[in-house]
T-cell receptor, first 112, second 112 residues
Framework: DAGITQSPRHKVTETGTPVTLRCHQTENHRYMYWYRQDPGHGLRLIHYSYGVKDTDKGEVSDGYSVSRSKTEDFLLTLESATSSQTSVYFC???????????FGSGTRLTVV | QQQVKQSPQSLIVQKGGISIINCAYENTAFDYFPWYQQFPGKGPALLIAIRPDVSEKKEGRFTISFNKSAKQFSLHIMDSQPGDSATYFCAARGTSGSRLTFGEGTQLTVNP
């Protein structure tokens, strides 16, 4: 998707290992979000950021942490991956809070 | 927790038919109701959105109908095409720009 990239696109990791997903934007948007997508649950907000070093929790934040040291980068870290964190993770950006999201292409994470 | 309930989970429509997806929200003030379209392997993309001061918005074959008193809104896809086959998410944003809450998603299949 133009202006927003996620890496890696796919990852398989073992239970108990730390994992970091990266979201990079070139749009200079203030707001960045991490969602997870699971069947039957839609998209659920994990964490979001409203500026450099300014972050807040979403509805499913347990087991996840985030950091934003630069406007363009928003990192999602699973401190100790569990099988319940197997999911597709999407990053989104917006100029106005919670309005007109642009999503990345997602990262498919499998925890074995 | 603010919730948005979406139905049906899956929908199969013949080419040329009308696809209808419904969403309902609970007793919370929302001020913006977008619909997102997601193709396999891609992130969701904004399709159409409405504010609660209007009852209907149309863009091409896509129409949102909004019933404020019933706290319901729906997406109608006229003359459905196989290329419309995708997952559709409704969403709602709380007033003052608070977080966007997504429905569970509807997988639409349009048969040729």
């Amino acid at each position: 998707d133009a202006g927003i990239t996620q890496s890696p696109r796919h990852k398989v990791t073992e239970t108990g290992t730390p994992v970091t997903l990266r979201c990079h934007q070139t749009e200079n948007h203030r707001y960045m979000y991490w969602y997870r997508q699971d069947p039957g649950h839609g998209l659920r907000l994990i964490h979001y950021s409203y500026g450099v070093k300014d972050t807040d929790k979403g509805e499913v934040s347990d087991g996840y942490s985030v950091s934003r040291s630069k406007t363009e980068d928003f990192l999602l870290t699973l401190e100790s991956a569990t099988s319940s964190q197997t999911s597709v993770y999407f990053c989104a950006i917006s100029e106005v809070q919670s309005y007109g999201y642009t999503f990345g292409s997602g990262t498919r994470l499998t925890v074995v | 927790q603010q919730q948005v309930k979406q139905s049906p989970q899956s929908l199969i429509v013949q080419k040329g038919g009308i696809s209808i997806i419904n969403c309902a929200y609970e007793n919370t003030a929302f001020d913006y109701f977008p619909w997102y379209q997601q193709f396999p392997g891609k992130g969701p993309a904004l399709l159409i959105a409405i504010r609660p001061d209007v009852s209907e918005k149309k863009e091409g074959r896509f129409t949102i109908s909004f019933n404020k008193s019933a706290k319901q809104f729906s997406l109608h896809i006229m003359d459905s095409q196989p290329g419309d086959s995708a997952t559709y998410f409704c969403a709602a944003r709380g007033t003052s720009g608070s977080r966007l809450t997504f429905g569970e998603g509807t997988q639409l299949t349009v048969n040729p």
